[in-house]
Every structure is written in structure tokens, then in C-alpha cells.
């Protein structure tokens, strides 16, 4: 069954940086997309980044292009956000999501995915 678990989260200042991963397992497709979901405390879930192994493709939330990186590292079977220059208002619970359906990366982050991690909160405050 497929799982997905993250980790790296914590408390950061503003302008700082943080790297989170997704340990996947049980994938039975070496083409798969993953994508990177926040929620922050009274506000919905946002689409952040998403990857797909299929294409290479990568599409990004517009307000973290350029300070956030999205990653698949198959031979560990991780995924990882790299962020930098973090602002408070990127305070969140972040999580990791996967999927085999062969959408657009873009579709993946408006509408979600099929599987779910737990989420690892991130504080960016001073």
C-alpha cells in the first residue's frame, strides 16, 4: 500500500531556509507525480509544487517560484521541498501527496491527489 511520511519541519526565522522530505513506499509505478500541499491555521489547503517522474515537468505555486524547489530522488524513494527565503505568512502544515494517474503537474495542484501523507507543521517566525 502506498504511503508517504514527512519530515523536516520546525520552527525557522523569516529569510531562512528548510528542506523537507517524503519518504515514499509501496509505489508500484516507477511514473508517479508528487506534489507539495500546505494549509495554514483558518485558511484552505494550496497546491505548492508538484514533480511528475513521467515528464520532468514541475510547476510551482506563483508566490514561492524561485524560493521553493521540488525534488524526487528515486534511488531513496524521497521527495523533498527545499525552501528559502521564508516568510511568516509561509507558516503552515505542509504536506506530501502522490499520484499515477498521469495528470498535468498543474491539475495535480488545483484539484489534489490520490495519496496522502500526515503533514509536518512549519513555523517561520523570529
Known amino acids: 500500500q502506498v504511503r508517504l511520511v514527512e519530515s523536516g519541519g520546525g520552527l525557522v526565522q523569516p529569510g531562512g531556509s528548510l528542506r523537507l522530505s517524503c519518504a515514499t513506499s509501496g509505489f508500484t509505478s516507477p511514473y508517479y507525480a508528487i506534489g507539495w500541499f500546505r494549509q495554514a491555521p483558518g485558511k484552505e489547503r494550496e497546491g505548492v509544487a508538484c514533480?511528475?517522474?513521467?515528464?520532468?515537468?514541475?510547476f510551482y505555486k506563483e508566490s514561492v517560484q524561485g524560493r521553493f524547489t521540488v525534488s524526487v530522488d528515486k534511488a531513496k524513494n524521497t521527495a523533498y521541498l527545499q525552501m528559502s527565503s521564508l516568510y511568516p505568512e509561509d507558516t503552515a502544515v505542509y504536506y506530501c501527496a502522490a499520484d499515477f494517474d498521469n495528470k498535468s503537474v498543474r491539475y495535480y495542484l488545483l484539484y489534489g491527489m490520490d495519496y496522502w501523507g500526515k503533514g509536518t507543521l512549519v513555523t517561520v517566525s523570529s
Open positions: 514533480t511528475s517522474t513521467s515528464d520532468g515537468s514541475v
